[in-house]
């Protein structure tokens, strides 16, 4: 993951009224389905923010789906471009409401 990338926390109630559940114990939780089986998550430990998991995952094979190996391969791509931009929008929404913060559009997550 992108060194650069930082969580700040927020209270309880903001995380969860901009999607994040806690129903693992000293865990935020945040998911989004991309589309195709590809999902988008981020997992943070409550108690050390540095603790920091981001996952882009191609569900039906349980492995991580590294969409920017794919561009570089294949540039015009019309999924992964598609499947990046989703990243970006939500990597982009957390950056908004001050969960996240360091990410730069189009830099390696």
Known sequence: MNA???VHLLPNKEM?????????????YFYRDLGN??????????????DLRIDILD???CQPYDYQK????????????KIKDKVEHWMEYLQNFGVLSGHIKGEYI
């Open 59 to 61: 569900e039906d094979y």
């Open 4 to 6: 650069c990338i930082k």
């Open 70 to 81: 794919y561009l570089k391969n294949i540039p015009e791509n019309e999924f992964v471009l």
């Open 16 to 28: 969860r009224e901009i999607g994040f559940t806690d129903y693992r114990e000293g865990y935020w």
């Open 37 to 50: 089986e590809i999902s988008f998550s981020i997992t943070i430990n409550k108690n050390d923010a540095e």
